[in-house]
């Protein structure tokens, strides 16, 4: 008889079952730490919706990528990649912004945002965004990520 039946057979006297915790049998051997304990992909129904969400990132890349904004403002929402071609174009611009006269600074304007869904908790953007006289094309591909977007791709015109 094992351990575990005696207990259980044994009781408290008063016609109580002794309550026994076992072990429950995971193997963790099998999922490694990234799976168990790295960023999760979402699906589409647990997202916000891309379209307003794309533009204010969009408006805010472009900021960092102008020297306006720090680039601290965008690293939870972009992949490691994307944050270090955007750090290091902000981080040009702001010397070189440093380097001139001050001048008025332009905001970005989002004009125009098209989003096509090619895959489940995937979202591929296009944007018109100008700054002053400055009109730029953006292409961003959005994946899903912890319950949220996160920009996986970026490409500026």
């Given at each position: 008889?094992?351990?575990t039946?005696?207990?259980?057979?044994?009781g408290?006297?008063?016609g109580?079952?002794?309550?026994?915790?076992?072990?429950?049998?995971?193997?963790?051997?099998?999922a490694?730490?990234?799976?168990?304990?790295?960023?999760?992909?979402?699906a589409?129904?647990d997202?916000?919706?891309?379209?307003?969400?794309v533009?204010?990132?969009?408006?805010?890349i472009v900021?960092v990528m102008?020297?306006?904004?720090?680039?601290?403002q965008?690293?939870?929402?972009?992949?490691p990649?994307v944050?270090?071609?955007?750090?290091?174009?902000g981080?040009?611009a702001?010397?070189r912004?440093?380097?001139?006269?001050?001048?008025?600074a332009q905001?970005?304007?989002?004009?125009?945002?098209?989003?096509?869904e090619?895959?489940?908790?995937?979202a591929?953007c296009?944007l018109?965004v100008?700054?002053?006289e400055r009109?730029?094309?953006m292409a961003v591909?959005l994946t899903?990520?912890d319950?949220?977007?996160?920009?996986?791709?970026l490409?500026i015109?």
């Amino acid at each position: 008889m094992h351990l575990t039946e005696a207990l259980l057979r044994a009781g408290d006297g008063l016609g109580h079952t002794a309550y026994v915790q076992d072990s429950l049998a995971v193997d963790l051997a099998a999922a490694s730490d990234e799976q168990l304990f790295g960023p999760q992909s979402t699906a589409r129904v647990d997202l916000p919706d891309p379209v307003p969400w794309v533009s204010q990132m969009a408006q805010a890349i472009v900021e960092v990528m102008s020297g306006l904004r720090p680039a601290a403002q965008v690293v939870r929402w972009t992949t490691p990649q994307v944050y270090a071609v955007i750090a290091r174009r902000g981080a040009i611009a702001a010397r070189r912004r440093a380097a001139r006269t001050p001048a008025a600074a332009q905001r970005a304007v989002v004009r125009s945002v098209h989003v096509c869904e090619p895959a489940d908790g995937v979202a591929e953007c296009s944007l018109v965004v100008s700054e002053g006289e400055r009109v730029r094309a953006m292409a961003v591909r959005l994946t899903g990520q912890d319950r949220r977007w996160r920009v996986e791709a970026l490409q500026i015109g």
